[in-house]
């Protein structure tokens, strides 16, 4: 069964980090773009962050950049977010995805998606 798993959610203060992990089932996830996108409440899914096969090359929405960074660790085939100060506005489900076109302006719908991981940030 091809799934990707997605780890590390919780409840954090505003301020706070928090660092997410996914990992894949049934085929390797270091062969493909990643990336990780999240839902609110009421909201559409939106696009957080990708990163190449290598992760040499990233991409941010402006939401947030400079706060999030995402990485792939090649030898555990994993990929993580690491989310800092992070603010009210970030609560949401967080989706790891993989295999997918991305770009600043477009990214493809990704061919697998985890289950989600809930972030809340709150005080």
């Known amino acids: 069964q091809l799934q990707l798993v997605e780890s590390g959610g919780g409840l954090v203060q505003p301020g706070g980090s928090l660092t997410l992990s996914c990992a894949a089932s049934g085929f390797t996830l270091g062969l493909y773009t990643g990336g990780w996108f999240r839902q609110a409440p009421g909201k559409e899914r939106e696009f957080v962050a990708c990163?190449?096969?290598?992760?040499?090359?990233?991409f941010y929405a402006d939401s947030v950049r400079g706060r999030f960074t995402i990485s792939r660790d090649k030898s555990q085939d994993t990929m993580s977010l690491q989310m800092n100060s992070l603010e009210p506005e970030d609560t949401a489900v967080y989706f790891c995805a993989a295999r997918f076109s991305c770009s600043p302006s477009f990214q493809e719908r990704p061919h697998y998606w985890g289950q989600g991981t809930q972030v809340t940030v709150s005080a």
């Open positions: 990163a190449s096969s290598i992760g040499r090359v990233a």
